[in-house]
C-alpha cells in the first residue's frame, strides 16, 4: 500500500547538511537599519507606545530566521526522493512495491480467512446443544459443547443462567436485550471448579437439535434391579407402554432381561415426557424404590437413544427375547401322529404368544362358545396368566394384557372384529398400550373367516388360528412317505400361523379344546396338572371319537374323572354358555371346569345339570312329535324339523342344540351305524347333524352342500359350513323354502361309494 514517507513527509528530500546563511552572513540580523515607524504607521500613539522599541532595532534575519545558518537538501534515502513508500496494509511494515502485505501478516489473513470459513460452516452446519438432566453436575460438562439454560437473574455486569440445579454460571457483558426466564444457548468460556462455578457466553447459532445429556454412570438390566433398591441407577429399554394416572405417568419399559415400571411426575395428571411416545428406545436415570409389592423407578431423567444405540438396542432386545420366547421340549400329553405332523406348527404358535406377552402385547383371545372353544379357552387362560403376571409389573397385569371373549358363530365374525379392533385401538389411544395379539380358538380357518381377518390385517396385527374345523380345499401340499406333512389354505394369506389337523392329513376330531390345551402345556408346562382333564371334557362336548379322544379320557380318569361326569361337564358348560352369550364368565367356568374353586365344583355341576336336563326334556316334548322322518330311496335316513314352529324360543336349548338332541334320539332308535341326517330349519337358517356313517358311505359334507346351494340359489345369499357332519346354513326368507327344496335333492341325489 503506497503512503506518505514518515522521514521526509513526502517531499521526497531530507536535511542532510547546514551552511552560513548568504543573506546575514551568519549573523542572523539583517545588515539594514529597520525603520519601526515605517511598520507602525497609521497606528495611534497610545497603542504605539505599548511596543518597547527604539527608533532603531536589530533585525532577525528572514532567510535563516535569526540562526545564521540554512538547511542543505538531499534525496531522502527512505523513499528514495520518490517523497511515498510501500506498507503492509495490516501492520504498517515497510515491504516490497510488489506485496501488499508482509508475510507474517499474509499467514494471519490465512488463519483468519479459515476461521472465518469455519465459522460459516459451523453456522450453517446443524449443532448440538445439550440439556443436562438434573443429576448432571459440573464434573459432567465440558468447553466444546453448546448447552441450553435458562435465565434466573440479570445484573448490571450480567446475567446468570441456570443449566439445572447443580450447575449454574454468569453470562458476562451487554444483557439488555434478555429477561428472566428467557432460554438462551451459551458455551462455557472458563470452568471455576472450586467455586462451583462457571463462566458463559451466548452462542449464536440457527440450526440445532437439542440432546438431553444424562448422568455418565454405567448401564444396569432391568433384571438386576432388587439388588440396586435407594440406588441411583440408569437403564436403557424400549417402551412398551405409557399410561397417564391422576397423579405420574407410568412408562412400561423391557430390555433384555426383564420389564420394570417408570414413574415420572411434573404435575398431578399431566403427561411428562410428552416427546416420548410408545416403541421408543430411551435411557432412563431414576432412583430404585418399591411400589405396591413391586420395583419401581422414580425417573429423574428420560430421553431418547441416538439412532445408532437405538439399533444396536432393539438388536440386543430382539435375539434376547426370541430365546426367552422359545418353548420348552416337552412331550405331547397323548400319543398322536397327527401331533407329531402338527409339532412344528404348534411350536410356532406357542413360540408367538409367549413373544407377544414378553413384547408386552395384549393377548385378545376368541373362542367359540360351546364346550370344546371354552374348553380351549380356558386352558390357554391358565397358562398365560401366570406368565403375564411373572413378567409384568403391574399388578393388574391379567386385565392389561389378557382379554378372553367367546364367538356366538364357529367362525370369526364382522361383529367379533370390529369390536376387538375398537376395543384394541382405544387401549393404545388410552392407556398408550401395543396392538394386540389375536388368537383364534376353534374358529379362524374357514373362508367365512377371511372378512373379518383381512380387516384385522390392515393394521398389521399379529394372528394366531388353532382350530378344527374344515379349512376347505388345500391349496399347496407337502407329502413326505405318502402323508401330508403341511399345506396351505386360502386363510394363510392373512394368518401368521395356522394349527390344523386338516393341514397335516388329520380331521375334526382332533378337537380344538384338545390341540389348545397342548399349545397351553407347552407354553407353561407347570399347568400340566391342572389342564390335562379338559381335552376329554371338549371331546364329548363335541361328539368326537378318535383314538387321542380314548388317551384323553384316561388321563382324565386319572385325575378322577369319569366318563359320565366328563359328559354332565360338557353339557353344564354348554347350559352356562348360552346364558353368559358374551361374557367370558371365568370364575363361573372356572368352577364347572374343575380347574378353581373345587370345592364348589360338585354342588355346581349338580344344580346345573339338573336344570340341564329339565330344560333338554321340555324342549324335546315339544319337538320330537313334530319331526319329519323320510328314508330316502338311497338308503339315507332324513329328518326334517321345523325348530321355529315347534320349539321353545329364546330359551335353552337354542335351535342349533335342540336338532343336535333331536339327531342323538334318533340315532338312539336306529343305531349310529346308519346314514342318519337331521335337519332342524327356521325361516332364514338351518343346522345340520348327520352320523359318521353318512359321511363315510355317502361323502356328506356340511360344507359341500353349502357351496353347492350357493351356486344353485344364487339370489338366496347363502352362508355358513362348519365340519363334514355338523354345520349350519344361512338364507333370505323369502327363498327359504326353494333352498330347503334345493338341500333334500342334494341330499336325495348322494350315492354310496
Known amino acids: 500500500m503506497k503512503t506518505k514517507c514518515p522521514k521526509c513527509k513526502g517531499i521526497g528530500s531530507v536535511v542532510v547538511d547546514y551552511k552560513e546563511c548568504d543573506a546575514c552572513g551568519g549573523t542572523g540580523y539583517e545588515d539594514d537599519a529597520f525603520d519601526v515607524g515605517n511598520h507602525f504607521k497609521g497606528v495611534n500613539n497610545k497603542a504605539k507606545a505599548k511596543f518597547d522599541l527604539g527608533a532603531e532595532q536589530d533585525v532577525p534575519c528572514e532567510t535563516c530566521n535569526g540562526k545564521g545558518q540554512v538547511e542543505v537538501y538531499g534525496e531522502c534515502p527512505h523513499c528514495g526522493g520518490t517523497g511515498q513508500i510501500n506498507v503492509c496494509r495490516d501492520c504498517g511494515k515497510l515491504i516490497d512495491e510488489k506485496y501488499d502485505v508482509c508475510p507474517d501478516c499474509e499467514e494471519k489473513r490465512k488463519v483468519e480467512k479459515m476461521k472465518h470459513d469455519e465459522y460459516i460452516a459451523r453456522q450453517n452446519q446443524v449443532r448440538d446443544v445439550y440439556i443436562l438432566d438434573s443429576l448432571c453436575n459440573m464434573r459432567d460438562i465440558d468447553k466444546d459443547k453448546l448447552y441450553k439454560g435458562k435465565i434466573t437473574r440479570i445484573e448490571r455486569y450480567g446475567a446468570f443462567v441456570t443449566l439445572n440445579n447443580n450447575v449454574w454460571g454468569l453470562m458476562r457483558g451487554d444483557v439488555s436485550e434478555y429477561n428472566v426466564g428467557d432460554e438462551v444457548i ?170 407377544a406377552i414378553l413384547d408386552g402385547r395384549t393377548i385378545l383371545l376368541r373362542h367359540h362358545n360351546d364346550a370344546d372353544g371354552i374348553c380351549a379357552g380356558v386352558a390357554m387362560e391358565k397358562a398365560l396368566i401366570p406368565l403375564i403376571e411373572e413378567i409384568n409389573p403391574s399388578n393388574d397385569a391379567q386385565y392389561y394384557y389378557f382379554k378372553r371373549s367367546p364367538s356366538k358363530a364357529p367362525f370369526y365374525e364382522l361383529e367379533d372384529v370390529v369390536k376387538d379392533l375398537s376395543f384394541a385401538l382405544e387401549d393404545q389411544e388410552r392407556h398408550g398400550q401395543k396392538l394386540p395379539l389375536i388368537v383364534l380358538l376353534d374358529n ?89 382333564h379338559l381335552p376329554a371334557v371338549a371331546a364329548l362336548g363335541d ?142 337358517f338351518g343346522v345340520f347333524r348327520a352320523t359318521d356313517a353318512v359321511n363315510e358311505e355317502y361323502g356328506f359334507n356340511v360344507n359341500d352342500i353349502v357351496s353347492n346351494l350357493a351356486k344353485k340359489v344364487p339370489s338366496a345369499g347363502i352362508d355358513g359350513g362348519g365340519h363334514e357332519c355338523a354345520g349350519s346354513i344361512k338364507y333370505i326368507e323369502g327363498l327359504g323354502e326353494e333352498v330347503l327344496s334345493e338341500i333334500v335333492k342334494e341330499i336325495e341325489n348322494m350315492s354310496k361309494n
Open 186 to 355: 451459551v458455551f462455557i468460556t472458563a470452568i471455576k471448579s472450586r467455586e462451583n462455578k462457571i463462566d458463559l457466553a451466548p452462542a449464536y447459532v440457527d440450526k440445532y437439535r437439542l440432546i438431553r445429556l444424562t448422568k455418565s454412570i454405567p448401564r444396569t438390566l432391568i433384571g438386576k434391579l432388587e439388588e440396586k433398591k435407594g440406588k441411583i441407577v440408569r437403564i436403557d429399554g424400549e417402551v412398551q407402554q405409557i399410561q397417564q394416572t391422576s397423579g405420574p405417568t407410568i412408562f412400561i419399559i423391557n430390555d433384555e432381561s426383564g420389564v420394570t415400571e417408570i414413574a415420572a411426575f411434573d404435575k398431578a395428571g399431566e403427561r411428562s415426557y410428552p416427546e416420548i411416545e410408545l416403541g421408543d428406545a430411551v435411557q432412563v436415570i431414576g432412583e430404585v424404590n418399591e411400589h405396591g409389592g413391586k420395583t419401581q423407578i422414580e425417573s429423574s431423567s428420560m430421553a431418547k437413544l441416538s439412532e445408532e444405540n437405538t439399533r444396536k438396542l432393539r438388536a440386543l432386545i430382539d435375539d434376547a427375547l426370541n430365546k426367552r420366547a422359545e418353548p420348552e421340549d416337552v412331550d405331547f400329553l397323548v400319543k398322536s401322529d397327527v401331533l407329531n405332523r402338527l409339532k412344528p406348527k404348534m411350536r410356532e404358535a406357542a413360540r408367538k404368544i409367549r413373544r
Open 444 to 532: 379362524g380357518s374357514t373362508e367365512e373367516d377371511i372378512v373379518a381377518l383381512m380387516q384385522a390385517k390392515i393394521y398389521d396385527i399379529e394372528i394366531v388360528v388353532i382350530d378344527h374345523h374344515s379349512p376347505g380345499e388345500l391349496l399347496t401340499k407337502e407329502i413326505i412317505d405318502g402323508e401330508i406333512v403341511g399345506a396351505t389354505v386360502a386363510v394363510d394369506e392373512f394368518v401368521d400361523t395356522h394349527v390344523n389337523p386338516y393341514l397335516v392329513g388329520g380331521d375334526s376330531q382332533l378337537t380344538a379344546g384338545a390341540l389348545a390345551t397342548e399349545v397351553a402345556h407347552i407354553i407353561n408346562p407347570s399347568v400340566e396338572g391342572l389342564i390335562k
Open 543 to 684: 361328539h368326537a371319537e378318535s383314538g387321542e379322544v380314548y388317551q384323553y379320557l384316561e388321563l382324565a380318569a386319572e385325575k378322577g374323572f369319569s366318563k359320565d361326569h366328563l359328559a354332565q361337564i360338557a353339557e353344564c358348560v354348554d347350559f352356562e354358555a348360552y346364558f353368559l352369550r358374551f361374557m367370558n364368565g371365568r370364575g363361573i367356568m372356572d368352577t364347572i371346569l374343575a380347574v378353581d374353586n373345587l370345592d364348589k365344583h360338585e354342588k355346581m355341576i349338580n344344580a346345573l345339570y339338573k336344570e340341564y336336563l329339565k330344560r333338554v326334556d321340555t324342549q324335546l316334548k315339544a319337538a320330537l312329535p313334530n319331526i319329519q322322518k323320510t328314508q330316502l330311496e338311497n338308503g339315507i335316513y332324513f329328518n326334517l324339523m321345523d325348530v321355529e314352529k315347534y320349539a321353545h324360543k329364546f330359551t335353552f336349548p337354542a335351535p342349533g342344540k335342540t336338532c343336535g338332541f333331536v339327531h342323538d334320539r334318533i340315532i338312539r332308535e336306529l343305531g349310529d351305524d346308519k346314514p342318519i341326517v337331521t335337519l332342524g330349519h327356521g325361516p332364514d
